[in-house]
């Protein structure tokens, strides 16, 4: 089994941040059409990216950047198993806190776990074939 590297990995956020980047502004150019637009549309569009991250990892093993980086992540203790939805909010949270500074660890143990890894009690493995 091997562990996902740091570059992988920032390949990945590289990747999901470029997606959301196109879909806001794609989103954006939308609903500038409309001269109201309803208040739960514009929730709506902001809880889309909130639980974009959370929901892939949980029902996928990962995003599409972990997808085109091949990375996946999986439970710690069962390398064979997504992680659950609310462990995945809770890594997505402190991911989101800490930024690129929840990256500083993976280099510095033997699994290469980032902070919100060790929160989320995972694992981001690379999945090269």
């Excluded at 956020?13 to 879909?23: A, C, G, H």
């Excluded at 029902?59 to 950047?65: A, D, E």
Aim: net charge neutral; no cysteine.
């Amino acid at each position: 089994m091997e562990f996902a590297n740091l570059p992988s990995r920032i390949k990945a956020v590289t990747i999901d941040s470029f997606l959301l980047i196109i879909f806001m502004y794609v989103f954006t150019l939308i609903l500038d059409g409309f001269e109201n637009v309803p208040d739960g549309l514009k929730v709506g569009f902001v809880l889309a990216f909130l639980v974009y991250e959370p929901i892939f990892i949980s029902v996928y093993g990962g995003t599409i950047g972990h997808f085109y980086s091949k990375i996946e992540v999986k439970q710690e203790q069962h390398t064979n198993r997504n992680i659950p939805l609310g462990r995945a909010f809770l890594r997505y949270l402190v991911k989101l806190t800490l930024g690129w500074m929840s990256l500083l660890t993976v280099t510095t143990n033997e699994h290469k776990k980032a902070i919100h890894d060790y929160v989320g009690k995972s694992v981001v493995l690379d999945v090269q074939e």
